[in-house]
Each structure stands twice: as structure tokens, then as C-alpha cells.
């Protein structure tokens, strides 16, 4: 537990199970379909000079590329707001001025007759820019020198690269970027050299050479000051991390981003493939708002260096809506995407969860080996809290692999492409086990190296590593109606026949998703001569199963470990509550421990509740400093 007061703050707040109630719903929005390309990039060459006081840019783009159809007469790329001077074909013979034509967010090029499929070209376009979207401008003001960045999620480059702008293609990249002085310029892939003009700039020539898609582009300018970490051994190379922040801020981003090295080292042996880029940078520009995971160069709000002091939070510390995540947290997201999102990447947005899901899975995998296992199984259950409230409160319910959306931001739901996303790909590795789970992550990875992906890449890999079909697992989770299962236990001690009547069953049928699951569920029984854990399978309506027991139960866990997203309701007595407090694992724990907390405050346990609340905070509290006990509510030790 890494807030000191959170859990028990947690413990005070709505019930963990509700019965589902109609009027959920899809997402209104028009279906899409993966965009068609007209040709294939190869590289994308920049000369632009960017003026931060008049926050504009100039200069020009070379693209080459290569057409993927025999009637292709016009080229058609994103621009909103550059204004095109001049468009140029580059040839053996010179350059020849090809003709344009630009309409709202359009930029239409007459292509010379007889373009054959595959062959190459090369097209210069002269523009400027004074962007309102993609490259956004900080004005100086005060002690605080002037800065641009650029942010690209959500097809945002139309505002200042006229260019293809969807996730279905990659280039190579080569940035010639000139800047007044004392300015500097940080950008993807390798710094080849830093020139200076007479005019007194500076032209800082960065190269990209491994393919990325257009929203992977990097590029800040600002008065940053490096501050190196130690290289991440990866395989037989090191790869040189460094951290570029404000002068000032050298030791929170030193203490900040301290464990990105561990980080690199971690995924490139958990994943099975090794960490793929030249460099990894880091950077804090001013007014930036969230984070990104542009290749090799990462921008990260600035306050994740707000505190020195532990782990902190993107918001308030203490704040249980969304989306809680710790600075470490992000950091650890971001560093995952290079694996999911930037070294593969989805097709299309209605394939989004490959990025994200697979993010915020990264990322809790990290707490669970940096932290503990008791770290990773707090963050699962938190984030399907999250989840299911969300659905309560919401309506809305969705699959994870969903293209009926209006807008690119309605597929970055936070509940779903992040936590429940996370939360299914935790499910599939429990039930695969980890050695199928993840030699399945690299077969998948070391596949589809540098290329778009959709969901059933995934699901071969994941059959090919494991020997199983999972058509049953994707049909319910990944492509099918969204939602989750809503379940009713109950059991009968029989102590005649030596067996617990287990009944199951799926309570869902007002929603939508009515569909029903197939559950693998562990079962999980303890009596006072030991602890057994069955396994179930409800594929139906419901399940009624006879579990054997060599004795009275003392306590009946159903879904063990709480692996399933599943909203689980179990009617218990008091005693059997305390009893899963005292005895049971983490999971069931806190389960119990909010219910307990439902009690009114002149009930008999209250005083009991208390004290289990108590023990669970300390059970939590190892990673805190030595005053955390001073955020206890008093009273809570009475």
C-alpha cells in the first residue's frame, strides 16, 4: 500500500457488489472501418525551422513512398493548418512541381500519370504553420523560458505535418530542426550532430531509422538540462536512459525516474524480447498534461516531480476516482508501450485495447515484482472497483475490441481499455499459467516486430505457445458484448456425504450483455484440517456441483485469488466474514473488510471491524515511512 490512510479510506466506500440494473448500453457512435492507404511510406525527412516566440514553424517535409495501386492519380494527406507553398517531385532530372489542391483538413497531390504499384517516389512539400493542434506552444513568462512539444494520440499531427496520419503505416524518420539559441531540440531515435548557423541557430539532425507511426513522432523544444541514469543492460548492449527536465528539477527527476533501468531490464526479460531502441529519454515540458509514449522519447507531465519525499500520485494523493496510478506507475506504462503500442501496433483504434490493455498490464506486472505480489493483487482489485462502478454509474458497457465509435478519445475509456483490459489479460495468464502466458508474449512480439497487429495475432500466439483453443475465451472477453458476469453463490455444508453443495450462478440477464460466460472457476475450501482448492467450469445458467470436505467448513472462497472480472456476491455471516479477514488470502480479505465497513456504526462489530481494519492497513503499510501511523483516523485503534 503505497497512500498512507487509502485503505481505510477505501473500506468506507460503496459495497463491492451490486445487482445489475437495466438501461445499460453500447456507446452511441458510426461504425469504422481500418482506413485504406493509397500508398506505403517509407521515410519522412524535416527541415523545419520553429520561431517560439511567433509559435509557428517553416520550412519543408520530403516523403518517400511508394504506391500500393495502379490507378493512383492523387496522393491525399492530413493538413489542417499548414499552408503549402509548393509541392515537388524529386527526381534523377531535378525537381518537377506537381500540382495541389487543399480542402478543410485535406491536402490532395496530382500524381504524373502512369504511377506503377511499388514504385518509388519522392515528394517535397514547402509549408508553414502556426498549428492549434499537434505541436502546441508555451509562451515565456516570468523565469519560465518559452517551450513546444507535440502530442499526436488521436490523429492530432494534421495541425502541423501535412502527411498520413493513422496507426497503418510506419517510415523512418530524419528531423532537421532548427532553433533559436540558447533553445534545444529533443526528438526520436539518435542525435547525429548539432550544427551551428550564421543566423545563430542551432540545427539539431536527430534520426529515427526503425519504422514508427506518425503519432509515435517526438519533438520538444526548451532550455532542458539532462540528467543521466544509469544505462539498462539488455542482452549483450547498453542502452543509455536519460531524463530531461528544468534546471532546478535535477534531483526530483533523478529520484522520480530512478527505476527506469530496473524497468528496462525487467520487460526485456519478462517479455522475452529484448528493449528494441537506440536510447530512451524522459522529459517534463512546462503545461504538458498527461503522458506519452513516443518513441524513445517519453513526455511526462511535470508533476511527477512534485514530490521527494515516496511514490506520488498523477493527483491527489488520496483521491479514489480516477485513475489513481502512481508516478512509478506511469512510468512504468509509458516504458511498456515500446513494447506494446510502439514496437507493435494496433491496426486500427477499434483494436486500441492491444496498446493500453497491454500497457496497464505491463505495469502492474512491474509493482508485482518490484513490490511484492500482495502490491499487484491490491491494484487488480482496485482497478475492477473501478471498473464495475463505472458500469453501475455509467451505463455503458462495450467489447474490448469495438469500432462504433464517433471520435478516437471515445475509445480511450479509462475503465475499459485500461482496467478491464489489464484485468482480462491477468485472467488469461492465470488460466494459461505463466508458462504459457508469456513465451506466448514473446512469440507474439518477436512475430509481428515493427508491424500493425489486431486481436487474433494475439490469440494465435497465445494457441500456438499453449497447445488450446481460446476461440471461447475472445468470444467472451475480447469480441464479445462487453460487460461482465454477475454471480450468486451459495453452499450447504452436508456433513453425511463428507461435501459442500456449491450453487453458481450468472445473474446478468437484465443487462445487454445477458450473453453467458464460460467461467474457469477456482474454489477454494478450508476446514480444520487444511485448505483444498477446487476447480470448477460454469458454462451455463447455473451450477450446482458437490465439492468433497473432510470436515466442517470453516470457510468457501469462490473465484480464489480474485482472478475473474466478475461482480461475485456470497451471502456470509459475520463469523465467516471475520474468518475470511483473519484466514483468507489478500484478495479475499479486502473483500470482506468493505463489507464489514457497510455495518452501521452501533453494530456489535463495529470495534471488531476496527481492529481487522487495522491489521490490513499495517499488513500494507511496510513501504511507507515511519509516520505513516500519524494518518490513521482516530479511533481506529480503540
Same mark, same amino acid.
Given at each position: ?5 487509502? %485503505?481505510?479510506?477505501? *473500506? ?83 525537381? @518537377? !512541381? ?45 523565469? @519560465? ?12 499531427? &494534421? ?20 532553433? /533559436?539559441?540558447? &533553445? ?32 509515435? %513522432? ?17 542482452? /549483450? ?32 526479460? $519478462? ?60 512510468? /512504468? ?78 475509445? &480511450? ?14 485472467? %488469461? ?72 453443495? *456449491? ?22 475450501? $478450508? ?15 447455473? %451450477? ?7 470436515? !466442517? ?26 474468518? !475470511? ?9 479486502? *473483500? $470482506? ?21 487495522? $491489521?490490513?492497513?499495517?499488513?500494507? /503499510? ?17
Amino acid at each position: 500500500m503505497r497512500c498512507p490512510g487509502l %485503505l481505510f479510506l477505501l *473500506l468506507l466506500s460503496a459495497p463491492t457488489w451490486a445487482r445489475p440494473v437495466p438501461g445499460h448500453h453500447l456507446p452511441e457512435g458510426a461504425e469504422q472501418s481500418v482506413r485504406e492507404r493509397e500508398v506505403d511510406i517509407g521515410r519522412l525527412e524535416a527541415d523545419l525551422h520553429i520561431d517560439l516566440k511567433r509559435q509557428r514553424l517553416s520550412g519543408s517535409i520530403t516523403v518517400t513512398l511508394s504506391a500500393l495501386r495502379s490507378d493512383l492519380h492523387t496522393v491525399h494527406f492530413d493538413a489542417a493548418d499548414p499552408v503549402v507553398s509548393k509541392v515537388e517531385l524529386l527526381g534523377r532530372s531535378g525537381a @518537377e !512541381k506537381l500540382s495541389f489542391d487543399k480542402k478543410s483538413r485535406l491536402l490532395a497531390i496530382t500524381l504524373p500519370p502512369g504511377i506503377e504499384p511499388g514504385q518509388e517516389l519522392k515528394i517535397r512539400i514547402h509549408y508553414s504553420a502556426q498549428p492549434d493542434s499537434g505541436l502546441y506552444f508555451f509562451a515565456q513568462t516570468g523565469n @519560465e523560458s518559452a517551450e513546444a512539444w507535440n502530442y499526436g494520440e488521436g490523429g492530432r499531427h &494534421y495541425g502541423w505535418l501535412p502527411l498520413y496520419n493513422d496507426t497503418n503505416d510506419r517510415f523512418s524518420v530524419d528531423f532537421r530542426i532548427s532553433v /533559436a539559441k540558447p &533553445y534545444r531540440v529533443l526528438a526520436n531515435g539518435t542525435l547525429i550532430e548539432t550544427l551551428e548557423n550564421p543566423d545563430g541557430s542551432r540545427t539539431f539532425h536527430w534520426v529515427q531509422e526503425q519504422p514508427i507511426p506518425n503519432y509515435l %513522432l517526438a519533438l520538444d523544444v526548451g532550455e532542458f538540462v539532462a540528467v543521466p541514469l544509469r544505462s539498462a543492460t539488455v542482452g /549483450a548492449r547498453k542502452v543509455p536512459l536519460t531524463v530531461w527536465t528544468h534546471r532546478g528539477d535535477e534531483a526530483s527527476a533523478a529520484f522520480s525516474f530512478g527505476a527506469t533501468p530496473a524497468m528496462v531490464e525487467f520487460f526485456s526479460s $519478462r517479455f522475452g524480447y529484448d528493449y528494441a531502441w537506440d536510447k530512451y529519454d524522459q522529459v517534463t515540458p512546462r503545461n504538458f498534461s498527461s503522458a506519452m509514449e513516443t518513441t524513445t522519447m517519453v513526455g511526462f507531465a511535470p508533476y511527477s516531480l512534485s514530490y521527494q519525499g515516496g511514490p506520488q500520485d498523477n493527483g491527489p494523493e488520496l483521491n479514489l476516482a480516477f485513475p489513481g496510478w502512481t508516478t512509478e506507475d506511469t512510468i /512504468a506504462h509509458e516504458l511498456a508501450h515500446h513494447w506494446f503500442g510502439d514496437l507493435l501496433t494496433c491496426r486500427s483504434l477499434a483494436s486500441l485495447w492491444l496498446n493500453e490493455s497491454f500497457a496497464t498490464f505491463a505495469h502492474t506486472v512491474w509493482n508485482g515484482h518490484a513490490h511484492g505480489e500482495d502490491d499487484l493483487t491490491y491494484q487488480r482489485w482496485r482497478y475492477l472497483n473501478h471498473y464495475l462502478d463505472f458500469v453501475r454509474e455509467s451505463g455503458v458497457v462495450r467489447p474490448l475490441e469495438y469500432s462504433g465509435f464517433d471520435v478516437s478519445d471515445d475509445m &480511450y475509456t479509462t475503465e475499459i481499455t485500461y482496467f478491464k483490459g489489464a484485468l482480462v489479460l491477468h485472467m %488469461l495468464r492465470r488460466i494459461l499459467g505463466d508458462a504459457n502466458f508469456y513465451p506466448a508474449i514473446s512469440m507474439y512480439l518477436n512475430r509481428h516486430q515493427f508491424a500493425e497487429v489486431e486481436s487474433r495475432d494475439f490469440q494465435r500466439a497465445l494457441e500456438d505457445a499453449s497447445g488450446r483453443n481460446l476461440d471461447w475465451f475472445f468470444n467472451d472477453w475480447i469480441r464479445g458484448g462487453g460487460g461482465y458476469p454477475a454471480l450468486q453463490v451459495s453452499w450447504l455444508w452436508v456433513p453425511e456425504r463428507n461435501a459442500v453443495d *456449491l450453487t453458481l450462478e450468472q445473474v446478468q440477464a437484465e443487462l445487454p450483455f445477458e450473453n453467458l460466460f464460460d467461467l474457469p472457476i477456482e474454489v477454494e475450501i $478450508r476446514t480444520a484440517g487444511g485448505s483444498r482448492t477446487h476447480r470448477v467450469r460454469l458454462n451455463k445458467k447455473s %451450477l450446482s456441483v458437490a465439492l468433497p470436505v473432510d470436515g !466442517k467448513p470453516l470457510m468457501v472462497t469462490v473465484d480464489k485469488g480474485n482472478w475473474l472480472v466478475a461482480d461475485i456476491h456470497q451471502e456470509e455471516t459475520l463469523q465467516e466474514l471475520v474468518y !475470511k479477514l483473519e484466514h483468507g488470502d489478500l484478495a479475499s480479505a479486502l *473483500l $470482506r473488510a468493505r463489507q464489514l465497513a457497510m455495518d452501521q456504526a452501533g453494530n456489535p462489530a463495529a470495534r471488531l471491524r476496527n481492529r481487522h481494519r487495522l $491489521r490490513l492497513y499495517r499488513a500494507q /503499510a511496510p513501504r511507507q515511512s515511519s509516520d505513516a501511523w500519524g494518518h490513521v483516523p482516530a479511533g481506529v485503534l480503540a
